[in-house]
């Protein structure tokens, strides 16, 4: 198979729009535990950006499904790579999770899943205080998870960019020859 050299336009554009969504949404739903000023603001913006980044992910899932990836530098440690795609793997699962989790939180608890313009989504679970109970804390704890992931994939892109010096960082940053 003939492995590009950067990803493609659209995995680049989906890749930095994603994270300053997600980033935003890390803050918007912090801000939602503490404020009880700005909490339903912060609610009515935190579900519509939740189904975006859902919806996003699905096209960046497929995406990467249809495309083939720039290799790792041959170099590299195996237990790096191994990190590498694991934690990519995890963060396609947290995207996807994270709202979906959300969704079936707010159907169990008999919630209305609003959208902006007074749009409503569907509940996609049955109303049950049991079912909420188990998931609302479940998608805080996925929350920390998926900004530990963050960090570390943060981290490691700038080892990549900073100390190894190779063009891992400049795969997803800028684009090239295919």
Do not use: C
């Not at 969504?21 to 739903?29: C, N, Q, Y």
């Not at 700005?38 to 859902?54: K, M």
């Amino acid at each position: 198979m003939n492995r590009p050299r950067h990803f493609n336009l659209l995995a680049r554009v989906l890749h930095w729009s994603m994270a300053l969504a997600i980033l935003a949404m890390l803050f918007v739903g912090a801000g939602m535990v503490v404020s009880l000023q700005y909490r339903a603001p912060l609610l009515d913006l935190h579900r519509p950006l939740g189904i975006a980044i859902l919806l996003l992910a699905i096209v960046r899932l497929a995406n990467r499904l249809a495309r083939p990836t720039p290799p790792l530098p041959a170099d590299l440690p195996a237990i790096q790579k191994f990190a590498a795609h694991a934690s990519h793997w995890l963060l396609y699962g947290l995207m996807l999770a994270m709202p979906l989790i959300g969704w079936a939180m707010l159907s169990a608890g008999g919630y209305p899943i609003k959208m902006f313009g007074g749009v409503h989504l569907p509940a996609i679970l049955p109303h049950s205080p049991e079912v909420y109970g188990m998931l609302r804390p479940l998608h805080g704890v996925l929350a920390y998870v998926l900004f530990a992931t963050i960090l570390a994939h943060l981290g490691a892109a700038l080892f990549h960019a900073w100390v190894r010096r190779d063009e891992v960082f400049g795969q997803m940053a800028k684009g090239g020859p295919q």
